[in-house]
């Protein structure tokens, strides 16, 4: 399963593994569909190894859910390749990007 959870109070891990494309969209959106806005999110990439562009899109509709410009997601263990395509994005400007 390349997309998995854990919440643990208000902290929600989100994990993806392998591929990240529109064929997660489901299970990622399920990963925080019921969560409120002020939770704290940690996207765990460091096993990802492919995203194109309709990730992108997932990832700003969680920032939207989480309450946009004052949403707290992390976007942690990127490899190169994916950092270097949320930096292209300028995602470093609407995430932390650790």
Excluded: C
């Amino acid at each position: 399963m390349p997309v998995t959870s854990k919440v643990d109070g208000d902290n929600v891990m989100i994990t993806i593994s392998g591929r990240f494309n529109f064929n997660d969209h489901v299970q990622f959106r399920n990963a925080y569909k019921d969560m409120a806005a002020s939770a704290n999110y940690t996207m765990d990439m460091s096993n990802t190894e492919y995203m194109d562009s309709s990730a992108l899109g997932m990832l700003l509709l969680l920032r939207e859910h989480a309450g946009g410009d004052s949403s707290n997601i992390v976007i942690a263990g990127s490899p190169p390749d994916i950092k270097k395509i949320l930096n292209i994005a300028n995602f470093q400007k609407l995430f932390e990007l650790r």
